[in-house]
């Protein structure tokens, strides 16, 4: 079993996968925000990792040769997008307020930095306990 199949690792890399796809969503809305008529879009959160990664969970499927099946879903994100106005709506029917995108971006940065900070800890475990005992 290699350090990547241990599920610890696996939801880390599902958590960093949706916190990567909420962040282009918001750059989405931010982008739109003089659009008349856009609605503000935000990831559903999954309340399983684990299982939004077993069924593919944004994470995409890499052919490492050309005599390799494609499969049919290879870029297909599984994490649902839906509508999420913010506060307030414009008389163009723009739903985006972009201090609350801005908001919503930082808080998923900081999530992302603490996943990655839980992955390079979780990393250093198995590197010490994978070490060779030195002798007393």
Do not use: C
């Not at 599920?7 to 982008?31: E, T």
């Not at 739903?95 to 930095?113: C, H, N």
């Amino acid at each position: 079993m290699g350090a990547a199949d241990l599920p610890l690792l696996n939801q880390i890399k599902g958590r960093l996968a949706w916190l990567d796809d909420r962040q282009r969503v918001i750059a989405q809305n931010v982008a739109n925000a003089d659009t008349p008529g856009y609605g503000a879009r935000d990831l559903k959160t999954p309340t399983d990792f684990a299982q939004a990664l077993r069924q593919g969970g944004g994470l995409s499927v890499t052919r490492t040769n050309a005599m390799h099946i494609a499969p049919a879903n290879a870029n297909v994100s599984r994490f649902h997008v839906g509508k999420a106005p913010d506060s307030e709506t414009t008389l163009d029917g723009n739903s985006v307020v972009v201090e609350e995108q801005m908001l919503k971006m930082a808080e998923s940065r900081m999530a992302y930095d603490a996943a990655i900070g839980f992955y390079q800890k979780s990393m250093s475990m198995i590197r010490l306990a994978a070490k060779k005992p030195t002798s007393a």
